[in-house]
């Protein structure tokens, strides 16, 4: 660990993705508690959070046209749209002229940078790293995301109640402003992966190719479908348990994700301090586990102290989940190939984002906390299916 902070390249990708991920859970939970404020509608919640997901549909693409061009160049773009998008928000809202098409077109541009990361930002560092530091390098940059996470979230809700939505959204303009500077002194990934001639389709196809030649990396995929269909959608029904459930205030709404992220960082430093490459795959596993039981713990509750600590759970296994999930694809992938892979894992989860607009629709037909029971027991199932389908997956030693 400290071999990579003395590292300077590894030590700007870290604070890049640290002043960022502040505002990577904080917009989704304000975006939420905004949307339900004007509409009343846990449907409109979801597709406010379906929106911010929905790039990550076409994440092979990403990952194609990233094995073509340089890293860092794609990354100060996309920092630098983000960074236009919020302050357009923010003056949006100052003139008393925001509406929610608004925030959802928002969230379609700031998906997209989000779902670059795998395929720029992470991929550059774990060439920064090497590979036998990708899973602690990886641990780490998670550990401090989720760090952030513990207050953006609580800091969100209090900017919301006190400022309003554009407050948060000024945030965004600073954050990502100090990212770009970041980025802008970075000469690591200036050079593309791949040259030639080769059509893009024949890029995407041998990503597929790798994919079908590892057991483990198609469990690793599959895995991360079935929980971001069934599991992870829980999240845009916070702001919606939060206030009708637990009849809670937005920055008390803002607590509940920050114990999230609190559970989540603390999943995180277990794993960067005690996890070895021989456990990766288990803790992959147990990591999903502990999304869905949380989950499901959290609808199940009526106590706003009993919620919290299924968050925790929830938060944890989160940790797990996806410092694990990049880590173990990685490692199973040719060098030359890893941004086009990370773009094809992007896409799985992606396609698991479609479970926010189901339990968005499911919430309006039998209530929020009926439908993420049934989401989370669906996830359950699916992880048990998946274990016994692909088991390289958790029994690989690296």
């Given at each position: ?36 404020d ?14 911010r ?24 773009v ?12 923010a ?39 090497g ?36 407050a948060?959204c ?28 080769r ?32 599991g ?13 459930v637990?009849h ?51 609808a ?62 499911l ?12 989401s ?12 016994w ?10």
């Open positions: 660990m400290r071999a990579l902070i003395a590292d300077s390249a590894f030590r700007r990708l870290w604070l890049i993705g640290a002043t960022t991920g502040i505002m990577r859970w904080l917009d989704m939970v304000v975006a939420g508690i905004y949307v339900f004007v509409t009343g509608s846990p449907t409109w919640v979801a597709i406010v959070t379906f929106a997901a929905a790039p990550m549909i076409v994440g092979v693409m990403f990952g194609a046209l990233a094995a073509r061009m340089p890293l860092a160049r794609l990354m100060r996309g920092i630098a749209a983000v960074a236009l998008t919020y302050a357009s928000l003056i949006l809202a100052a003139l008393d002229a925001l509406a929610v098409w608004h925030v959802t077109a928002g969230a379609l541009v700031i998906g997209t940078y989000w779902s670059s990361e795998n395929s720029v930002r992470r991929t550059m560092m774990c060439a920064v790293a590979m036998a530091n990708t899973g602690t390098a990886i641990s780490f940059d998670w550990a401090t995301i989720n760090g952030l996470r513990l207050a953006g979230p609580f800091v969100g809700g209090v900017l919301y109640a006190a400022f309003g939505f554009g948060t000024v945030l965004g303009v600073v954050c990502f402003a100090a990212a770009l500077m970041l980025a802008l002194g970075m000469s690591t990934g200036s050079v593309a992966a791949l040259s030639g001639q059509r893009i389709w024949d890029d995407i196809a041998e990503s597929f190719a790798v994919v079908r030649r590892s057991t483990t990396v198609q469990g690793v995929l599959a895995v991360s479908i079935c929980l971001n269909f069934f992870f959608p829980y999240g845009s029904m916070i702001p919606v348990i939060g206030k009708e637990l809670a205030a937005p920055a008390d709404v803002g607590l509940l994700s920050s114990t999230e992220g609190l559970g989540a960082m603390l999943g995180a430093i277990g794993l960067t301090a005690f996890v070895r490459p021989a456990w990766f795959g288990r803790a992959f596993l147990v990591g999903s586990f502990a999304v869905a039981l949380g989950a499901l713990g959290f199940l509750s009526q106590v706003y102290a009993l919620s919290q600590v299924a968050l925790l759970l929830a938060g944890a296994g989160m940790s797990f989940f996806a410092a694990m999930q990049s880590t173990q694809v990685l490692a199973h992938t040719p060098a030359e190939r890893r941004s086009g892979i990370m773009g094809v894992l992007t896409t799985t989860i992606g396609l698991g984002q479609l479970g926010t607009l189901h339990i968005g629709w919430a309006s037909r039998i209530g929020a906390p009926e439908a993420v029971v049934v989370a027991a669906c996830a359950v199932a699916a992880l048990i299916l998946c274990a389908r692909w088991p390289a997956m958790w029994r690989d030693r690296g």
